[in-house]
């Protein structure tokens, strides 16, 4: 009878412990990670703020159209890079964008796109999922590209550090960054995607951004 009271006392100590492991999880992941990116802008001599803007780029959308960096010229861009593979940090990141979304006025601003890059699943695996997560396919665009186009978009382009120094044979699963891109398709400010507090200064900049840089695209409801 000893044996199996132990392996009861096992389970029941696994089961107790489980939700506490995933939160202590939770909470490591997002921490708030505040790494310096010089790459976004740089400062003149006479002062003026000089961004640093996309190369051009072309991905396959989950509808087997290409995405390029000149389609999203005229929207307001926010860039991350996930695999299904990294099931936490993934989930954790998209959770966090998706509360940004719904916090969005839709009524009053469209041009607001969310491109997740994926880091090298395959198209059985990679679909599936994307599927299952996308909200308006108007606005979150899932897609993918050759490993060689994925690191030099990462690494090279946005200067993810997860990214840099990597070579194409070993790209990392997941950058917890999230590039915002203007208009003009100027890379702005990066966030720490799986962290709420980040997520919320997100939405502040937002909409700073709209009133400050961009008011006459904003609709007025009463019309």
Not at 23 to 33: E, F
Not at 40 to 65: C, E, N
Not at 165 to 172: E, N
Request: proline share 5%; aromatic share 12%.
């Amino acid at each position: 009878m000893a044996e199996p009271r132990h392996r009861i006392r096992i389970i029941l100590l696994v089961v107790f412990l489980s939700p506490l492991l995933f939160y202590l999880a939770m909470v490591r992941l997002s921490r708030p990670v505040f790494s310096q990116f010089p790459f976004a802008y740089s400062l003149a001599p006479q002062g003026d703020t000089v961004y640093h803007r996309l190369p051009a780029f072309s991905l396959q959308d989950l509808r087997g159209g290409s995405l390029t960096d000149s389609a999203l010229r005229g929207t307001v861009t926010y860039l991350a890079f996930y695999s299904v593979r990294d099931t936490v940090g993934s989930i954790v990141l998209m959770g966090n964008l998706r509360r940004f979304y719904d916090n969005i006025d839709w009524e009053s601003y469209d041009r607001v796109r969310f491109v997740l890059v994926n880091t090298g699943d395959s198209l059985n695996r990679y679909l599936p999922v994307a599927q299952r997560n996308a909200a308006d396919p108007s606005y979150w665009i899932y897609a993918s590209g050759d490993a060689e186009t994925v690191r030099s978009l990462a690494g090279d382009a946005l200067h993810l550090p997860e990214f840099q120094g990597k070579t194409a044979s070993d790209l990392p699963l997941f950058s917890s960054q999230v590039a915002l891109v203007d208009k003009a398709g100027r890379v702005r400010k990066y966030y720490t995607g799986t962290d709420l507090g980040q997520i919320r200064k997100m939405e502040e900049d937002f909409r700073s951004l709209l009133l400050l840089e961009y008011p006459d695209d904003i609709k007025d409801k009463k019309n």
